[in-house]
């Protein structure tokens, strides 16, 4: 089956503490990115990657660190987190050009106390 | 400053009945928009897309129509049914970030439809 998986689903930590989302995919894509979701803004997107050892910032991508070692994984590192990082995080990828396939993985609540 | 926006945070229909979800944007670069579906607990998933050459695409029950003049587009369901009722994102993107792949995203309406 084509999916996004993210790990973990829920998380909840302590300022400063560091953290790592996991982002995996099984299709293959090149393309893969990061969005946080947050009431009244909608998703935007943190950092994005065209393919391995290729990434570049997005609208929002203060305090957040990612990495493409591999095709298939995208982690999401905050090396120190602050409250105002609690948000949902949803990994996402597709093709390249192919908007109308692009995979959502299934969503990251995090919270920073 | 909000490039996509749904006004509307809720929208409540009957089972049946037609459902419009609205979208407005005020970049004139976009040339290209979506529409994504999002269940509780899940990620969004892609629904119906429209490219600025067009000024409506169709698909089953759902069309999405662009009136470009007014930087507006919607989102018609006909006839709606209870499964349907999630969080609808309108999102948009230009040409020139086709390798970035940004898509510009819309705060969400949240529909309901009754039975």
């Known amino acids: 089956e084509a999916q996004v998986t993210q790990n973990p689903r829920y998380l909840i930590t302590v300022t400063g503490k560091k953290l790592t989302v996991t982002c995996s995919q099984n299709m293959n894509h090149e393309y893969m990115s990061w969005y946080r979701q947050d009431p009244g803004l909608g998703l935007r997107q943190i950092y994005y990657?065209?393919?391995?050892?290729?990434?570049d910032k997005g609208d929002v991508p203060e305090g957040y660190k990612v990495s493409r070692k591999e095709k298939r994984n995208f982690p999401l590192i905050l090396e120190s987190p602050s409250p105002n990082q609690t948000s949902l995080y949803f990994c996402a990828s597709r093709r390249p050009l192919s908007y109308n396939e692009q995979f959502f993985g299934p969503g990251t609540r995090l919270t920073v106390l | 400053d909000q490039q996509v926006k749904q006004n509307s945070p809720s929208l409540s229909v009957q089972e049946g009945r037609i459902s419009i979800l609205n979208c407005d944007y005020t970049?004139?670069?976009?040339?290209?928009f979506l529409w994504y579906k999002k269940y509780p607990a899940e990620g969004p998933t892609f629904l119906i897309s429209?490219?600025?050459?067009?000024d409506k695409n169709e698909d089953g029950r759902f069309t999405v129509f662009l009136n470009k003049s007014a930087k507006h587009l919607s989102l018609h369901i006909v006839p709606s049914q209870p499964g349907d009722s999630a969080v609808y994102f309108c999102a948009a993107s230009a040409s020139g970030s086709s390798n970035t792949g940004k898509l510009i995203f819309g705060q969400g309406t949240t529909l309901q439809v009754k039975p």
């Open positions: 990657s065209m393919n391995v050892e290729v990434t």
């Open positions: 970049n004139s670069m976009f040339d290209y």
């Open positions: 429209i490219s600025s050459i067009k």
